[in-house]
């Protein structure tokens, strides 16, 4: 309700406890109307304390979720299926997510946030400007998270990374 979902999207979460920590990941889509969401089971750990519920981080973890659904029935309509987003795309979405969380009231973990989205968009004053935006942001589109993106590539100096390939798969998961 916090995040602003409407009532009428049905939400279905799966949560995949084959994946241990230190694989996380997490996925949220639109399909037919209904907001799918993908977690690892690690995603929800204590990172100090394996296998024990961390709830905080669990709410985070959800509102972004939940941020991305809501996004992708308003403004970003147009955007691949999470498991297409590159890493910078990503970095620059999730750092949107975890900003409206936090001002929502839920755990934020913002260095971290920032150090991943610098991974991917770069270690430049012009990321650095694109985080905050993104961080303190409400109402962006797909085009614009794609402009800020393309802003950082075009400062980075670094080579091109390499994509890292997509945590979730079919042959990862556990037999049913």
Not at 130 to 140: H, M, Q, S
Request: proline letters at 5%; charged letters at 30%.
């Amino acid at each position: 309700t916090k995040v602003g979902l409407p009532d009428d999207v049905p939400i279905h979460i799966e949560i995949d406890e084959e994946l241990p920590l230190p694989l996380t990941g997490s996925t949220a889509d639109v399909i037919d109307g209904r907001a799918e969401l993908w977690f690892s089971g690690a995603n929800f750990e204590d990172g100090r304390h394996r296998t024990t519920f961390n709830e905080q981080l669990a709410r985070t973890d959800l509102a972004m979720e939940l941020f991305r659904a809501r996004d992708r029935l308003e403004g970003f309509s147009d955007a691949p299926v999470d498991e297409e987003l590159t890493d910078a795309q990503r970095a620059a979405w999730e750092a949107s997510g975890e900003g409206r969380a936090a001002r929502l009231g839920e755990g934020a973990r913002k260095v971290r946030r920032q150090y991943v989205f610098r991974l991917y968009n770069g270690f430049t004053d012009v990321a650095d400007n694109a985080f905050e935006r993104l961080w303190t942001g409400d109402n962006f589109t797909w085009a614009e998270l794609q402009a800020l993106c393309a802003e950082c590539k075009a400062a980075d100096p670094r080579p091109e990374p390499k994509q890292k390939s997509a945590i979730r798969k079919e042959s990862l998961r556990a037999p049913s």
